[in-house]
């Protein structure tokens, strides 16, 4: 295993442990509330799973990697795909409205943006992996980290403007409890993507490349993100956590009048047969033939 990337076993190596634990706390909480939660409350349960298959697989390759001396290509590729997809989760998740069926409601242009910034974000980061490695210049690895930026940046707005658009929306419906959870969302965004955003340049521009910081390369390169991340999606899941205030549209039957839209209360059976039936006539039951007297 290079130097460049031996600390960083210990690092998904307890990154693992704290995303497994958080995943099997959040996913028994959510579960006993599945069926109403809302949309953002079904993503992060999808994000936090993403963050252990990331962790896990990233720790296992780095150990394999250090064993035997050489890079498992399935691991790495499973690894940067589950980074680049939890970091383009949190867009997703935000943007999505708070209801269900709001997949469906996400325009074409904004799922378009969201998988052009999760390929951009695993070209940079395998670029990043191999920068040390195959010595890379710090112009190649600003030019590949050019197009994750951009659309980072268009998503971070993207973002802010949905988010006052739903807190409008809730508002208008009077549904408190929403309105507070996501004015509480929308600064922890602000304040976790612009910390996403030091980080990203921190990668990019690694001031550790210097001897006298080569101690600190770990958290240039890897650390700081991860650790900001994971701070991020725990509080994101305090400020989400279900409860009965917290509820996503269910259908409930409407009543009109004292009776039900569907299935109705009654069945019709014999009884009203007989008292339309003339006298004499035969009538056909459920199965039986009866003359009415």
């Known amino acids: 295993l290079p ?24 996913t028994a909480v959510a579960l006993r509330w599945w069926r109403q939660l809302l949309t953002i409350q079904k993503a992060l349960t999808a994000i936090v799973w993403l963050c252990v298959v990331e962790s896990v697989a990233g720790w296992a390759m780095l150990a394999t990697w250090n064993s ?26 935000l943007l999505f409205p708070p209801h269900k069926g709001a997949l469906l409601e996400v325009s074409v242009l904004a799922h378009l943006a969201l998988f052009a910034f999760m390929l951009a974000v695993f070209n940079i980061k395998v670029v990043l992996l191999f920068r040390d490695l195959l ?15 951009l659309m980072f940046v268009v998503l971070f707005v993207w973002v802010q403007m ?5 807190i409008e929306e809730l508002r208008a419906q009077k549904n408190e409890n929403l309105v507070a959870m996501y004015q509480k969302l929308r600064i922890a965004a602000c304040v976790g993507l612009a910390g996403a955003g030091f980080c990203s340049a921190l990668q990019i521009f690694d001031p550790t490349m210097d001897e006298k910081l080569w101690g600190y390369h770990v ?35 409407t009543r009109l ?16 047969c007989e008292d339309a039936a003339p006298n004499g006539a035969a009538k056909k039951s459920s199965g039986d033939l009866m003359s009415v007297e």
């Not at 009048?257 to 009203?272: F, H, L, T």
Request: with cysteine.
């Open 257 to 272: 009048e004292g009776e039900a839209i569907g299935a109705p209360n009654s069945i019709w059976d014999d009884d009203d």
């Open 68 to 93: 035997s001396g050489s890079l498992s290509q399935p691991l790495l590729l499973v690894s940067t795909i589950a980074c680049a997809w939890k970091a383009d989760g949190l867009f997703e998740m």
């Open 219 to 253: 958290l240039a390169s890897e650390g700081m993100f991860q650790i900001l991340y994971a701070l991020f999606l725990a509080a994101c899941m305090i400020l989400c956590l279900p409860s009965q205030d917290r509820q996503g549209y269910e259908y409930v039957p």
């Open 135 to 149: 010595n890379f210049q710090r112009m190649h690895v600003v030019l590949n980290a050019m197009p994750a930026v």
């Open 162 to 166: 949905t988010l006052c658009t739903t």
């Open 3 to 26: 130097a460049t990337e031996f600390n960083k076993k210990a690092l998904f190596e307890g990154l693992a442990v704290f995303y497994v634990i958080l995943a099997l706390l959040w």
